[in-house]
């Protein structure tokens, strides 16, 4: 299996610019995560969704964050104007089912200079 | 949300023991993890344990639950260079969908 895929895995953007993130889910995982590293507040979960629904978006900090997910194995998170604050990695997961396991791919490194 | 508290930092000697703890707050915990991130990469699931369970072992990893105290422990014996990364407990619940709820992360350094 090929895991979680994320692209791209290193992104250096202007502030202002429109960022897309991407995310393949791994084949037959009907739940998917996005979730935010940064030093100081840890790993945050942004959203959630379970068979392309969102269902917690509680976490997306503001409304220049979006999140899609037009079919079961793509997903984006779109960050529209970005900011320096905006730094952080981001890291996508999915899993089989409420209560199983989830795997999380390799992150994308966003700098917002 | 509920917390989940790790002590950020942990030093060990190559072939010694390493136990890294975990405090949760939120009673209704259904799975609680132990991710593995060595720098630059993903997060990693080494093991888990069902709250109903109070010991797991897999090889070199030992994962010890106490639901009263909401205490979650993991031993890794005879650690090596390798082990040395950044180990995070996580905790989910019906209440979040299952969503995983994330301690700090413990770095552990691994000295020869």
């Known amino acids: 299996d090929a895991g979680v895929i994320q692209s791209p895995r290193h992104e250096v953007t202007e502030m202002g610019q429109e960022v897309t993130l991407r995310c393949k889910p791994i084949?037959?995982?009907?739940?998917l995560f996005w979730y935010r590293q940064t030093m100081m507040r840890g790993l945050e979960l942004l959203i959630y969704f379970n068979n392309n629904v969102p269902i917690d978006d509680s976490g997306m900090p503001e409304d220049r964050f979006s999140a899609k997910m037009p079919n079961a194995s793509f997903s984006t998170l779109k960050i529209q104007p970005s900011e320096p604050r905006d730094s952080a990695v981001y890291f996508c997961?999915?899993?089989?089912?409420?209560?199983?396991?989830?795997?999380f791919g390799e992150g994308s490194w966003l700098t917002v200079v | 949300g509920e917390d989940v508290e790790q002590s950020l930092f942990l030093s060990v000697r190559e072939g010694d023991s390493s136990v890294i703890n975990c405090t949760y707050t939120d009673s209704s915990s259904t799975y609680l993890y132990w991710y593995k991130q060595e720098p630059g990469a993903g997060l990693q699931l080494l093991t888990y344990?069902?709250?109903?369970?109070d010991m797991k072992q897999d090889q070199r990893l030992t994962v010890l639950l106490n639901k009263k105290d909401k205490h979650l422990s993991l031993r890794i014996a005879d650690t090596q260079t390798g082990d040395s990364a950044i180990y995070f407990c996580?905790?989910?619940?019906?209440?979040?969908?299952?969503?995983?709820?994330f301690g700090k992360g413990t770095s552990l350094l691994v000295t020869p």
């Open positions: 997961a999915s899993s089989s089912g409420q209560g199983n396991t989830i795997y």
């Open positions: 344990i069902f709250s109903n369970m």
């Open positions: 084949s037959g995982h009907n739940s």
């Open positions: 996580a905790e989910t619940n019906s209440n979040s969908g299952y969503a995983l709820n």
